[in-house]
């Protein structure tokens, strides 16, 4: 196990079956969403996920919406400067060649599934596949609550495969 994923385990931030099914999405190049409020969590699990994807793959970090037209295997965004963050989002999905690691949280909201249906009616189809995060706070602990298998058949429904 990754030192830092292991420093999450430690502070029952995460379970061991959890990073491998996180482990899973990297080598299968699942983009990945972290969601939660940011007092939750979701940036140092993404900054980890990041670490832990760049040891075998290549990384860029996505500032403006023209860095997802570079080669990487993930595209880590959090912040984008000159566009908005779910024009990034709806540009990064749309482009089968982006495999993105981002996170959702109240200051950048969108919906993936709407995304994802709206792309399926435009293009008339979506390969790519999601790992959704969902970070919780309960009784002052932060913790991944659920995580999501996302994907769409080529009839455009979505199929969700929820691991608790």
């Not at 999405?25 to 990041?50: D, F, M």
């Not at 000159?82 to 981002?102: G, M, P, Q, R, Y």
């Not at 200051?107 to 599934?113: A, G, K, R, T």
């Amino acid at each position: 196990m990754h030192p830092m994923f292991e420093k999450l385990v430690n502070e029952s931030f995460i379970n061991g079956d959890q990073i491998q099914l996180i482990e899973e999405a990297i080598n299968e190049k699942r983009s990945i969403i972290v969601s939660g409020h940011k007092g939750w969590g979701i940036l140092p699990l993404l900054a980890t996920i990041s670490t832990y994807a760049k040891a075998d793959y290549s990384i860029e970090q996505v500032k403006t919406i023209d860095d997802l037209n570079a080669a990487a295997d993930f595209h880590v965004m959090t912040n984008p400067k000159d566009s908005s963050f779910e024009d990034v989002i709806i540009s990064a999905i749309k482009n089968e060649k982006v495999n993105l690691l981002t996170i959702k949280d109240p200051d950048h909201p969108y919906s993936l599934f709407k995304i994802m249906k709206d792309i399926h009616e435009e293009i008339g189809g979506l390969d790519k596949k999601f790992l959704v995060i969902e970070c919780a706070k309960k009784d002052d602990l932060k913790h991944v609550a659920k995580i999501t298998k996302v994907e769409m058949d080529e009839t455009g429904k979505l199929k969700k495969d929820v691991i608790k």
